[in-house]
């Protein structure tokens, strides 16, 4: 629906060229800017607590937010559905994956490419950097950080995704072999002979060295398997976060005319529902 309440895609159903497929549950664009805005970190919490919403912890971090943005109308007292308040409940699954994955082995003989990050908010510039390094060999595997990992050189709530969703995102990328679910901050001896690694690249970002001395591709460096790589594209996951905040009272606006009239748009069908039961 629109904020007018008119269904967005009506010209293409009246047309007779509307299909629907089938979206992954749990993910959710509303829920990744709810995570910017409010500057939660539920959705990086490991272990038994991983999916465990601390509903405390968010009203009154809900609470904070309206005082510091002098706005009254974020996250109400509709607290379970609000698309503010609301934490996506994606659980991850072998046959999710194997659904977004290429299933490719590399073959004997094939230059390999690797190139690790956040790839938080998968975006135009890690697409941009992906095609590029994966026409620097054969099989390209990305390997992905934890988030306490990218949380230690990002900061703040970073990453708004988590490692499950990250995987899924640079899983569906058609130029990604493999995904590393985890993958050291260090690029280690270890990594490189297991996955017979031929290559190791960065692209245009600083890289961050761990503790503040380490540089994480010292190993390949050594070995002069390492490249800088220019994607040509200067988009970040940071840039977006900042748009997004930017255009928040005009995002929060739109939302909730929205979440209005879906309500009043399901209302409408259950009564009908109703009536025609009993009819
Ligand atoms: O920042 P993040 O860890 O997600 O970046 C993953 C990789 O993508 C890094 O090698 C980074 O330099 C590269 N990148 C790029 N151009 C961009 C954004 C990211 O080359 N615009």
Known sequence: MTAEGVDTYHLVKSANRYKEVKRTAGVSTTDLVGRMLLLTRNHF????????????????????????????NMGQDSTAKSPWTGCSQFLPT?????????????????????????FDLFHVGHLDFLEKASKLGDYLIV?????????????????????????????????????????????????LDHFKI?????????????????????????RAIF???????????????ERI???RLEYERRNQAKEKKEIEAFE???RQKQTQKAG
């Open 45 to 72: 919490r490991q272990g038994s607590a991983e999916y465990d919403i601390e509903k405390e912890e968010k009203l009154l971090k809900i609470q904070q937010l309206q005082s510091r943005l002098g706005s009254s």
């Open 94 to 118: 072998t046959q999710k994956i194997i659904q977004f994955s290429d299933g490719k082995s590399p073959n004997p003989g094939d230059k390999i490419v690797y190139v690790a990050g956040a």
């Open 143 to 191: 390997g992905l950080h934890t988030d306490p990992v990218v949380n230690s050189y990002k900061g703040s709530n970073y990453p708004i995704m988590n490692l499950h969703e990250r995987v899924l995102s640079v899983l569906a990328c058609k130029f990604v072999n493999e995904v590393v679910i985890g993958a050291p901050y260090c690029v280690t001896e270890e990594l």
């Open 198 to 222: 031929d290559v190791v690249c960065h692209g245009r970002t600083p890289i961050s060295l761990e503790d503040g001395k380490i540089d994480p591709y010292a190993v390949p460096k050594t």
């Open 227 to 241: 490249e800088l790589l220019d994607s040509g594209n200067d988009m970040t996951t940071e840039r977006i976060v």
């Open 245 to 247: 905040i930017s255009h």
């Open 268 to 270: 409408a069908l259950q």
